[in-house]
């Protein structure tokens, strides 16, 4: 169904059961209609994405003049119509059945299984096909199931072409749904001429040249592309990438060696077995003509090839040399990419523990130039070993960075709104606020025995406990009055500067650590920054504070008042300030327009005399 959210320029939509245009006389069942006026390019471009987007049943032109007003109605060939021809004074119909055609959404779950499904065939035509061709015994002794594999790859090889026809793509940011516009784009791609090729019934080879020549369906490995993007589309899936790298390397070396194996077993097939010492040896022997050992000898032959280790028997005519030249210079190839990728891989998956391993060091360098004491030096090493273990070495703002604001706000409001709602002076506050509060919260890690703030202290954050249990203790540290622990949380009020508290922004209780202890921090600055925006929010919090200080009496009214007084005091002496400043700045103005009035008489003057010398002169 059309969504109407996406017509920016329509200026009528309607829905009907039953639609007669009176000047065509067509009628249509079940449509969307959009009115549609070209007066200008921006609405043309539109009106042509919206064809090309959406299933339209049909398009009716209404060219207007000065006298008539005439109407025609295309069908079916409407993907040509040609939008930019249109006359400046024209309205156009798009009429939107609303049966839907199946397509296929790239960035969907099914796609990503159709991949996996396609897969398989592709995978079991590269490892059994040069297999078969090359292995005569395999493929004569399972002959009844390689056709039945090779069919069933068949069918779901004709499955993916009609996938192809109808896989949907962007254009401005719309999927294009429209049948008729994804087959012409798919037919003019090079992966459809390669469809086609792949799906040629080359099989009918057999009749003449008999069942034992698989090498005829070696056109299927023409959709090794499908292959390669499922492999592709996992690794940006997978919560594992660097593991699925080394697999997805360790597949491609195994292929290769498998290859290269049934290749040298073709070889000797047609230089014949156990014609020297490099060919494979005779298959009558009992040793050697079990397909079990063909394969494996072929393969254990190919690995040390490839490998470049070069324990093999030395070739023996000149085609062999060339054929054990190409092989060394795979394998070369094949060690520096071995070499190359495994080496990035570690270094990927090492990255985060070399960086976090270079602050430890840095911070003991630190502390043994400053000589920190032991204790002290233990205990930073104690902490920086729980943020390892615990998996708290992530730095958010540096993974969000390269993320836009939009989706950090989301990823944000998913991880601490719930946390920032348990707050009471946050809880009823509007979205828009709570949105701004959740980017600015802060995690902190505190090790036990950490004071999170001491009485007296003047609060210039709030937290909450995500993780740990924190303690109210004396002044000597180890009475204990309240455990605080997950979802707890403190310091509200004193962020706020809620005017006639009686503790002021000060700390009115000792807070350490239990243990270990995950928390989220809001400063007062960020509190106050995002409220400059939220006015009326702010006075609802300064209010809730106020309330909350009444309740525990903890307000003082005459502190109150004078807080008030004083503030008009300072806003009084403020404006006095201004005014006085605006004075002088008018006086000087004054001062100058004088002086500028008297400059000017006084050139009047002197031209005037200059007029009445130039007078006499002449005369």
Known sequence: MLNVDLIAFGSKVWLTQTHTHTKCNHTYEDLWGLEFDTCSRDSRVFLKTLIK????????????????????????????????????????????????????????????????????????????????????????????????????????????????????????????????????????????????????????????????????????????????????????????????RIGNLVLYIIIIIHWNACLYFAFSKVLGFGSDTWVYPDIKKAEYGRLARQYVYCFYWSTLTLTTIGETPPPVRDVEYFFVVIDFLTGVLIFATIVGNVGAMISNMNAARVEFQAKIDSIKQYMHFRKVTKDLEARVVKWFDYLWTEDKTCDEKQVLKNLPDKLKAEIAINVHLETLQKVRIFQDCEAGLLVELVLKLQPQVFSPGDYICKKGDIGREMYIIKEGQLAVVADDGVTQFVVLSDGAYFGEISILGIKGSKAGNRRTANIRSVGYSDLFALSKDDLMEALTEYPDAKYALEEKGRAILMKDNLIDESLVAAVDAKELEDKVSQIESSLEIMSSKFQKLTNQYESSQRKLKQRLVNMSNQVRSLNVDLD
């Open 53 to 244: 987007t959406f299933p339209i049943a049909a398009i009716v032109l209404i060219s207007r003049d000065t006298t008539q007003t005439t109407a025609t109605t295309m069908m079916g060939k409407m993907l040509y119509f040609n939008v930019f021809s249109l006359k400046r004074d024209s309205t156009v119909w798009l009429l939107f059945t609303l049966k839907e055609v199946w397509i296929m959404d790239p960035a969907t779950d099914m796609y990503y299984y159709w991949l996996l499904t396609i897969s398989v065939p592709v995978f079991y035509n590269l490892m059994l096909l040069i297999a078969r061709a090359c292995f005569n015994e395999l493929q004569s002794r399972n002959y009844t199931l390689w056709i039945a594999l090779d069919y069933i790859s068949d069918a779901l090889y004709a499955t993916d072409t009609f996938v192809r026809y109808r896989t949907g793509f962007l254009e401005q940011g719309l999927l294009v749904r429209d049948a008729k516009a994804l087959k012409e784009r798919y037919t003019k791609t090079l992966q459809f001429k390669l469809d086609v090729i792949s799906l040629l019934p080359t099989d009918i080879a057999f009749i003449k040249f008999g069942v034992n020549n698989p090498e005829w369906r070696f056109n299927r490995l023409l959709r090794l592309g499908r292959l390669f993007e499922f492999f592709d589309r996992t690794e940006t899936r997978t919560n594992f990438p660097n593991i699925f």
